[in-house]
């Protein structure tokens, strides 16, 4: 039969209590986050966002990567994602593999902002978004591309 567990019994043996955790976020809709991740995926994941106050939430991503769609050469990017989120924010691991699906795609600089902030909408419904990419220079020309929705209110 097991001992119950007592401040006086850890005593004894030098054990601390463990603490329970206290969880404070809902994680309703979140399964990539802790499993092994086996590639690329075009599958983002999101979870509830329940705060009333006005919240500017940005992704940074400096090792982002697509193809020139003539060419096949690559293009590498800084990545950045700014939204205010509606009633989903985004899962950031499920959003990690969602660009990493692009080092296999081949697009125009231009298609691939647009398509990246079209898919968060599209998921998300944020009350705003913003897509920014800052291309490194190739053919001594650097690119940066950037496209947002109409601020709240503006739809």
């Known amino acids: 039969m097991a001992k119950k567990v007592t401040q006086k019994n850890l005593k004894k043996t030098g054990k601390q209590p463990v603490k329970q955790k206290k969880k404070i976020s809902d994680t309703t809709g979140v399964t990539i986050l ?26 940074s991503c400096s090792e982002f990567s697509c193809h020139c769609p003539v060419t096949g050469q690559p293009d590498y990017a800084t990545l950045d994602v700014e939204y205010e989120p509606g009633d989903r924010a985004l899962e950031s691991k499920s959003f990690k593999n969602y660009l990493w699906s692009y080092r296999d795609t081949e697009g125009f600089h231009e298609d691939v902002v647009h398509r990246i902030l079209d898919d968060l909408v ?21 690119i940066d591309v950037t496209a947002e929705t109409p601020e709240w209110g503006d739809f």
């Open 34 to 59: 802790g499993a092994a991740t086996r590639g690329p995926s075009t599958v983002l994941e999101s979870f509830p966002f329940k705060h009333s106050r006005p919240t500017h939430i940005t992704f």
């Open 122 to 142: 599209n998921f998300l419904d944020p009350k705003w978004a913003r897509v920014t990419m800052h291309f490194n220079v190739r053919g001594g020309i650097a």
